[in-house]
């Protein structure tokens, strides 16, 4: 059952990644100021957006898991903080290469680069984090109190980092920006694909979780007999 | 009120271990000694620019060797087990936590007000011209700086690796508290007094420590017993 | 009102069960040794007993009460494998602690009485990281029993313990015991702990193998439960 929706979601995101990509490099016109590397951001932005939407999955499954002590949310919580790893990263990726083009360096202390940098470290420390325990019920009782501090943490930092950069101005990558609305669509198109890969991802991901612990478990007995 | 007696309970305690020690305080003041030093290779002490940016400097020396002291917070009660006997104990966790966290509080703080005038020296930086709110900001930011520190102190308790651990996850979520900090002290340092485009600092500083003491205070008991 | 019961108690590693269905009872005025071989869930069961982890499934009560419960904190004393006192402090100082730590009238008084009692009054000054291995031991059952506990769970007390603290210990158990205080105790030493016993439970790769008093042929063949009982 598992399987089909994952197959019937992956479908999907495909079709519209297909969609957009055409779009993307057939249809819409080279922006006025910075010709074709602009077409980045129609990954950029949503890959920052799902990773957002990933850790507040994984702040609710954390804290279910405290509550319910079911370690079916433990798994969500790690598949879910992986994924959006994953999406922060490439975040982070995309917008150095944008700035490679646009700007001529890897790297400007932006501020939404800025944060998107300190996120990254703190959800990288969750991993770390569990990495560190072996045992099943502390590692999820630990990094769930972990995962909600990270998440606490998120908008203060988003909000500090950018009250910083007002006040000491770096450069910055797009203005605020209004999108065309011929790029409207498409952009949100996007956003839901890349949301799909996410909620395809942490599937595989949460399936892993599962067949791991019963790998433990197995291996356990064994020790035992 | 059994909250405030069984707090101050283990604030005497922990007071009364490390003073008798002074392994974790000791250390911290060399190591902070150490950065200052540091700091004058990477940074000429005698440039404008550093004075202008030597509050962030010296946040950066709080929080290194603040972890010092924080990491042994929980720490010192693995060896013979005593941290069974403290959950065992009929005080809860809230106030097992801000016990704690009191202690560590007193204890940086120290260090830090022994600091900050070699950093004056070090560095011809003066401090003085607006005292109480940089004492303020002192007291703020490491507060801020302590309840993370201890709380993480708790979560890695029983982790092997812990003292490489505890700083890795403490810093990235200091990184606002710390921010606030140096901000204020930078411009307390350079003359501007607290307020107008600062209050924003301020509060930021205070919401932090109110929020992230809350969670601390709510989740203690849940990190140690489960 | 039983003093200490389990009820169905399961706990999970991950997902491989440590205890499995577990029940136990103890009286007041009773002693309960809990045997079993290394491994077979007798810490575990005593550490959620003592409220420091949770049981997976099913219910443990002191006293008709949540062991996590501030007032059945009050009445629990607990003697771990560690001796659960500060090295940078003096035995003086520690006891003082516990004493105020579980708000006893006069702290410093019940410190006094209680190295009187173990027989280290004369070291009251001293700290603990200068004490020899008995006399730390017998600093820890001090501690334990410093806030008169109405139950006593001890893993493995007379482990590593040299004769002194084993006489100390014994007598104090006794005592307690007489009082009608209820000691549920985990051991190896089946000689010692079945000298004390009034029950034995058998605890088998997490099941309870086996509960009931204690019997004259116990005590004098030890091994006999674990004959009668042991290995499936």
Wanted: proline share 3%; hydrophobic share 50%.
């Amino acid at each position: 059952m598992r399987e089909k929706l994952i197959y019937s979601l992956g479908v999907i995101a495909a079709v519209l990644l297909a969609r957009d990509l055409y779009s993307i490099f057939m249809q819409l016109p080279d922006e006025a100021s910075q010709g074709m590397i602009y077409r980045i951001i129609f990954f950029h932005v949503p890959a920052a957006i799902t990773a957002m939407a990933c850790s507040a999955v994984a702040c609710v499954a954390s804290i279910l898991f405290l509550v319910t002590k079911n370690f079916k949310h433990d798994a969500i919580a790690v598949a879910s903080t992986e994924v959006g790893l994953a999406f922060l990263a490439a975040n982070l990726v995309t917008g150095s290469i944008w700035g490679r083009i646009i700007w001529g360096i890897w790297w400007t202390w932006d501020a939404r680069l800025t944060s998107a940098l300190v996120c990254w470290l703190l959800y990288a420390g969750y991993l770390m984090l569990r990495r560190a325990i072996e045992e099943p019920a502390a590692r999820a009782r630990i990094s769930a109190v972990f995962n909600i501090f990270a998440f606490a943490d998120v908008p203060i930092v988003i909000f500090s980092i950018k009250w910083w950069r007002t006040q000491h101005p770096q450069p910055v990558f797009w203005g605020g920006g209004s999108i065309d609305p011929a790029m409207y669509l498409t952009a949100l198109l996007n956003l839901v694909a890349l949301i799909l890969l996410g909620v395809i991802l942490t599937l595989i991901r949460l399936r892993q979780e599962e067949v791991q612990r019963e790998i433990d478990s197995i291996r356990r007995y064994a020790h035992a007999v | 009120m059994d909250f405030f007696r069984e707090m101050w309970v283990i604030t005497r305690k922990d007071l009364r271990a490390e003073l008798r020690t002074k392994e974790a305080i000791n250390a911290s003041l060399a190591f902070s000694l150490v950065i200052l030093v540091l700091f004058s290779f990477a940074f000429d002490p005698t440039e404008k620019e550093t004075v202008s940016m030597s509050g962030g400097l010296l946040w950066i020396v709080f929080a290194f060797a603040g972890t010092l002291v924080l990491n042994r917070s929980f720490a010192r009660e693995v060896p013979n087990d005593c941290l069974d006997a403290l959950v065992a104990a009929p005080i809860s966790g809230a106030a097992l936590f801000m016990g704690k966290a009191l202690a560590n509080f007193l204890l940086v703080l120290a260090v830090e007000l022994v600091s900050l005038p070699v950093f004056g020296i070090f560095y011809n930086v003066h401090w003085t011209s607006h005292f109480w709110s940089l004492m303020l900001v002192l007291a703020l930011g490491t507060w801020g700086l302590t309840v993370i520190g201890t709380i993480f102190s708790a979560l890695t308790v029983n982790i092997r690796l812990r003292e490489l651990m505890a700083p890795l996850l403490v810093y990235p979520m200091l990184i606002p508290a710390l921010m606030s900090a140096m901000q204020l002290s930078m411009d307390l340092i350079a003359g501007k007094p607290l307020g107008g485009e600062n209050q924003i600092w301020l509060r930021l500083l205070v919401a932090f420590d109110v929020i992230f003491t809350a969670l601390s205070l709510v989740l203690l008991e849940t990190v140690l017993v489960g | 009102m039983t003093a200490v019961a389990a009820e169905g108690v399961w706990k999970y590693y991950g997902d491989y069960p440590a205890l499995r269905d577990v029940m136990l009872r103890a009286e007041p005025g009773t002693c309960l040794a809990l045997i079993g071989r290394n491994g077979a869930g007798k810490t575990t069961l005593l550490r959620i007993i003592g409220g420091f982890s949770k049981a997976g499934r099913g219910q443990v009560r002191i006293f008709g009460n949540d062991p996590r419960e501030t007032q059945t904190r009050r009445r629990l004393g607990w003697i771990g494998h560690g001796i659960s006192v500060y090295d940078e402090l003096s035995a003086f100082e520690n006891l003082s602690l516990f004493g105020r730590l579980y708000d006893l009238p006069d702290p410093r008084k019940a410190a006094m009485e209680w190295l009187e009692r173990t027989g280290l009054e004369r070291v009251k000054d001293g700290l603990v990281r200068e004490f020899s291995r008995g006399m730390r031991q017998r600093l820890a059952v001090a501690r334990a029993f410093l806030h008169q506990p109405s139950v006593l769970l001890l893993d493995e007390p007379f482990t590593a313990l040299d004769d002194r603290a084993i006489a100390v210990l014994q007598r104090l158990l006794r005592d307690a015991l007489a009082e009608g205080r209820t000691v549920v105790m985990s051991t190896h030493q089946l000689r010692e702990a079945l000298e004390l016993a009034t029950h034995v439970a058998l605890l088998n790769r997490g099941k309870t193998a086996f509960q009931g008093e204690r019997t004259a042929q116990m005590v004098q063949d030890p091994g006999w439960v674990y004959a009668h009982y042991g290995e499936d």
